[in-house]
C-alpha cells in the first residue's frame, strides 16, 4: 500500500477514536487479560478435581504439595484480575480489596466441590450412555459448563466485575452452554448434550432438575434495556423438573411447578402447576410419493418427500 494511503487510514481511525471513546482502552495496562482467566479456570478445574486435569501426575502422598503449589499460582493470577477489575470499576485500595475478594473466593471450592459431586452423580443416573463418572468429569460439555457456571457464580456473589462473564463466555464459546453466572441453581443439576441452552441471569432453578439441548430460560421482553438490571426477568424452575430439547420458557414471573416434564419445542410464557406435562400437539404430516423423474434422481427405491 501507498505511505499516503497508509497515513491517510490512520487519520481516519484517529479520528473515528476520538469521536467514539466509549468503545476505545486507551491504557491498556489496566485491561484483563481472558487468556489468563481461562487459564485460571482450567486450573480451578484441576483443583476441583484433583487427577483428572493438569499436566502433573499425582499420588495420596503428594496431593497436599500439589494442592499447595496450584493454589499459590491461581491465588497469584486471580489476585492480579480481580485487582485489574476492580480498577476498572474506580475502586480505591484494589489491591486489598482483591486479596480479601481472593480467598473468599478460593475459601468457597469446597462447597463448590460438593455441589459438583451432585450434578456428576445426576449426570450419571440420568445418562445411560454414560459408563463412568470418570468419562462425565473428563468430557462432558454439560459438566465443564456447569463447573465453570458454579465457579462464576461465586465470584458474582462477591460482586467482582467483568471476571464472571468472561469465565461463562469462555465456557459458552467451548460446550455452546451460555449460563449467566448470575443465575441461581440447585444441587443435582443435569445438563445433557447441552449445545444450545442458555439460562438467564435472574434464572432461578431447584434441585434435581433436568435440561436437554437448545432449550431456553429467557426474558419474555428486553425493550426496556438497562432499566430492567435490577428486574427479575427470567424463569424459576421448581425442583424435579425436566425440560426437553427446544423448548422455551420466558418470563420473570413464569414459575414451573415442581415435578413438572416440558416437552420438546414447548413455548411456555405463563407459570404451569406442580406435576404436570406439557406437551405440542403433534403437527400434521404430509407424505406423497415423488415426482417420476425425482424418483429417478434420487437412485432408491422407494424415495419419499415430505412436509413437516
Known amino acids: 500500500m501507498d505511505p499516503s494511503h497508509t497515513k491517510q487510514l490512520v487519520d481516519m481511525l484517529a479520528q473515528s477514536y476520538e469521536e467514539t471513546t466509549s468503545i476505545i482502552k486507551a ?10 482467566i481461562a487459564d485460571t479456570v482450567e486450573k480451578l478445574r484441576a483443583l476441583i478435581f484433583p487427577g483428572y486435569f493438569g499436566k502433573k501426575k499425582i499420588s495420596g502422598g503428594w496431593l497436599k504439595y500439589y494442592v499447595g503449589a496450584l493454589l499459590e499460582d491461581i491465588t497469584y493470577h486471580l489476585e492480579a484480575q480481580i485487582e485489574l477489575a476492580l480498577t476498572h470499576r474506580g475502586e480505591a485500595l484494589v489491591a486489598e480489596r482483591a486479596a ?29 450412555a454414560a459408563f463412568s463418572r470418570d468419562e462425565i468429569i473428563s468430557s462432558y460439555p454439560g459438566i465443564f459448563a456447569i463447573t465453570t457456571y458454579r465457579l462464576a457464580h461465586e465470584l458474582y456473589l462477591l460482586d467482582v466485575p467483568l471476571i464472571p462473564r ?11 452452554v451460555d449460563i449467566h453466572p448470575g443465575a441461581t441453581i440447585g444441587k443435582y443439576f443435569f445438563i445433557d448434550h447441552g449445545t444450545g441452552i442458555v439460562i438467564g441471569e435472574t434464572t432461578v432453578i431447584g434441585d434435581y432438575v433436568k435440561i436437554y439441548q437448545g432449550v431456553t430460560l429467557g426474558a419474555l421482553s428486553t425493550r426496556g434495556g438497562q432499566q ?10 421448581c425442583s424435579h423438573v425436566t425440560v426437553y430439547s427446544g423448548a422455551s420458557i420466558f418470563g420473570g414471573a413464569t414459575v414451573i411447578g415442581e415435578g413438572t416434564v416440558i416437552g420438546s419445542s ?9 406435576q404436570t406435562r406439557v406437551s405440542v400437539k403433534n403437527v400434521e404430516h404430509q407424505f406423497k410419493p415423488a415426482e417420476p423423474e425425482k424418483r429417478a434422481e434420487s437412485h432408491e427405491e422407494g424415495f419419499w418427500d415430505w412436509v413437516i
Not at 468472561?166 to 455452546?176: D, K, N
Request: aromatic share 6%.
Open 27 to 36: 491504557d491498556s495496562k489496566n485491561q484483563l487479560n481472558r487468556s489468563v
Open 266 to 274: 414447548a413455548f411456555i410464557v405463563k407459570s404451569v402447576p406442580d
Open 100 to 128: 480479601e475478594i481472593t480467598f473468599a473466593f478460593l475459601s468457597k471450592l469446597p462447597d463448590i466441590r460438593a455441589l459438583l459431586v451432585t450434578d456428576v452423580e445426576a449426570t450419571f443416573d440420568g445418562d445411560p
Open 166 to 176: 468472561i469465565m461463562s463466555e469462555h465456557s459458552h464459546s467451548i460446550t455452546g
Open 228 to 237: 430492567l438490571k435490577s428486574v427479575k426477568r427470567h424463569p424459576t424452575l
